[in-house]
């Protein structure tokens, strides 16, 4: 059973991309190699027939299928087309040397390689007055053609709001004669790390009861992955008004869409995040979510006097802080979903689970199609993380997964990838 006290991790998402939708917003973009990674906020659709004529699937020669009867058949030479020329016709009783892509001539119902033919190649300078001898393996009409929109359809919708820009599509889009792209625009991002015992990556060795701070990065790279820009990654200790003063120059500098913090969100002591919410000008709320790892959460706005900026606040251990980002910003970014299979696990012995809480345990997809869990549940655990390259999701309800249970898995990149 749930805990009442809880809310299911899909309302929490949905307060994120609400409040997110208020800073949300489009740009266009030319479509060339820079459009590669961003996610469509409006459908396209095809301004031309891809191909836009019939053509030449292959080097050789337009006929028609009446002249090529015969076993072999020699026949005279007219006009070569190129790719490129504009349309033409095919004179009975002839053939026409043809290249790949160039439009079919009028007349013609079928394409001999020039393979096929006495010479094995085009003779040099090929041109109307010669002949060629040709064996055809086939004379099926429409052998080696292409027919007009074969591929695509003037109309046809080549591309759908919220699908990633990948290179095969943003070449698709240019053959069907795509200019600008209308395109999810980057949220401004600060990250921000919390706490005392936090120092700066690459700092020098921590002493006793520090710690390198690994969600400052971490949760920048996310946030790159998930179409953020992130315009500033810092860290502050345990003091709530220096905290918020941080935040208001760092959101006046760059202008920020949004901020996302880590750790200050729990039960402690020294929750400065809490804190900060006891102070003008922060409005944050903390729910306790029906997951694990990354139960704690605050959602919420910095008030200033010209604007409110959206504020997500995750806890401070890095996995929990990694998944909150994977589970709530992604969507309330616009990220795409990552796909979700259902797959069975494999395991050596059966591994417990909080029948209160939707479990989120690092695993990696076997090449059986099998899926093993890396490393341990704690949230403390970034290396499995890091090895990992799915997510295993242990739904409400259940109390423990054996060998052979089939769960729902997110693919997320990592692994040996």
């Known amino acids: ?39 469509a ?44 020329d504009p349309p033409s016709t095919l004179a009975p009783g002839t053939a026409r040397p043809i290249m790949t892509g160039a439009p079919l001539p009028a007349g013609a119902e079928l394409v001999i390689p020039v393979e096929e033919s006495e010479r094995g190649a085009f003779a040099a300078g090929a041109e ?45 889009l240019a053959a069907c004669g795509a200019r600008d792209l209308e395109v999810v625009a980057p949220l401004r991002t600060i990250v921000l790390s919390t706490g005392a015992e936090v120092l700066a990556p690459g700092a020098d060795l921590p002493a006793a009861g520090r710690l390198f701070d690994a969600n400052g990065p971490g949760l920048a790279a996310a946030l790159t992955d998930a179409g953020a820009e992130v315009v500033h990654v810092g860290a502050v200790s345990d003091d709530a008004a220096a905290l918020l003063e941080h935040l208001r120059a760092q959101v006046a500098a760059h202008d920020a869409d949004l901020i996302v913090t880590s750790g200050g969100v729990s039960a402690g002591a020294f929750e400065v995040i809490r804190h900060a919410a006891q102070h003008a000008g922060a409005r944050l709320a ?31 251990n890095p996995v929990s802080a990694l998944l909150s980002c994977e589970l709530i910003a992604r969507p309330a970014l616009g990220a795409p979903e990552r796909r979700r299979l259902l797959l069975p696990l494999q395991l050596e012995a059966a591994e ?19 899926v093993r869990l890396a490393g341990g549940a704690s949230s403390h655990l970034i290396g499995g993380y890091a090895a990992a390259d799915a997510l295993v999701v242990v739904p409400v309800g259940v109390d423990a997964v054996r060998d052979g249970d089939v769960l729902e898995t997110l693919l997320i990149p990592g692994g040996d990838r």
């Open 41 to 84: 906020a409006r459908e396209q659709r095809a301004r031309v027939d891809v191909p836009g004529h019939d053509d030449s699937q292959m080097d050789g020669f337009a006929v028609a299928a009446v002249d090529v009867a015969a076993t072999t058949v020699t026949l005279p030479l007219g006009p070569t087309i190129a790719a490129g």
């Open 286 to 316: 903390f729910p306790k979510v029906a997951m694990q790892p990354g139960g704690p959460q605050g959602i919420g706005t910095l008030d200033l006097p010209e604007r409110r900026v959206p504020w997500l606040a995750f806890p401070g």
């Open 352 to 370: 417990a689970s909080p029948p209160a809480l939707a479990q989120y345990r690092r695993a990696r997809v076997l090449p059986s199609g099998r």
């Open 128 to 172: 109307q007055g010669g002949t060629v001898t040709l064996t055809p393996a086939s004379r099926a009409a429409g052998r080696f053609l292409r027919a007009r929109g074969s591929d695509t359809h003037r109309g046809d919708t080549v591309l759908r709001e919220g699908q990633v820009l990948t290179p095969a599509r943003i070449a698709h």
């Open 1 to 39: 059973m749930a805990d009442a006290q809880r809310i299911p991790l899909g309302d929490h998402v949905a307060d994120a991309v609400a409040l997110l939708a208020a800073v949300r917003g489009t740009e266009v973009i030319a479509l060339d190699g820079r459009a590669v990674g961003r996610v």
